[in-house]
């Protein structure tokens, strides 16, 4: 897709993301269109987003379209009040680029300018990988989660202090009142 051009099955979706009111996000959650379809954008693992095999190179094209993201059971979607069209996405809609501590709460930035508080609303889970090795998101909003980048997750890692749980002594990190484990049980410990 040519950064100037935007095609017509992709009018509505610009259209319903710009109606957003205020600086919020559009109430994609209460939106109910019939299913129109699958649309050729695909995101990639990288966080790259890319319409008909090309990158969409227009961050702004980007973030707009990640406002109008939904998942529901069937996939994520791309979601307008009158249109409905699911996209492929390789692991997480977003990446997560920064974590901060304010307070006693971690907060994340995302690739596209989301920020998330983690707490009992936005948690911490990390999963470990078919290779073993750790994949760690955040939860965003709606079902939504951010892959968190690697130089991230080791952040997250120094800031880990040791609990004992029921399956042994476990690293994780605290925020707003929940904690997370980021990794298995004795895994600090080989």
Request: charged share 25%; with cysteine; proline share 9%.
């Amino acid at each position: 897709m040519a950064d100037e051009a935007v095609r017509p099955g992709l009018e509505g979706i610009v259209a319903a993301a710009k109606q957003a009111p205020g600086r919020g996000l559009p109430p994609v959650h209460l939106w109910n269109p019939a299913h129109c379809g699958e649309i050729d954008i695909v995101i990639r693992k990288d966080g790259v987003w890319f319409h008909e095999g090309t990158p969409i190179g227009r961050e702004a094209l980007v973030r707009l379209f990640s406002t109008v993201l939904r998942k529901d059971p069937d996939g994520i979607h791309l979601v307008t009040p009158v249109e409905k069209m699911k996209i492929t996405v390789e692991d997480a809609p977003f990446i997560a680029t920064r974590v901060d501590r304010v307070g006693d709460a971690l907060t994340f930035l995302t690739n596209v300018g989301d920020e998330v508080e983690a707490g009992p609303e936005n948690y911490i889970r990390v999963e470990m990988g078919k290779d073993g090795e750790p994949r760690p998101y955040v939860h965003v909003r709606r079902g939504l989660e951010a892959l968190i980048a690697r130089p991230v997750f080791y952040e997250l890692v120094e800031m880990a202090q040791e609990r004992e749980t029921p399956d042994g002594p476990t690293l994780g990190v605290a925020s707003n009142g929940a904690w997370y484990p980021v990794g298995p049980p004795h895994a600090h410990q080989v």
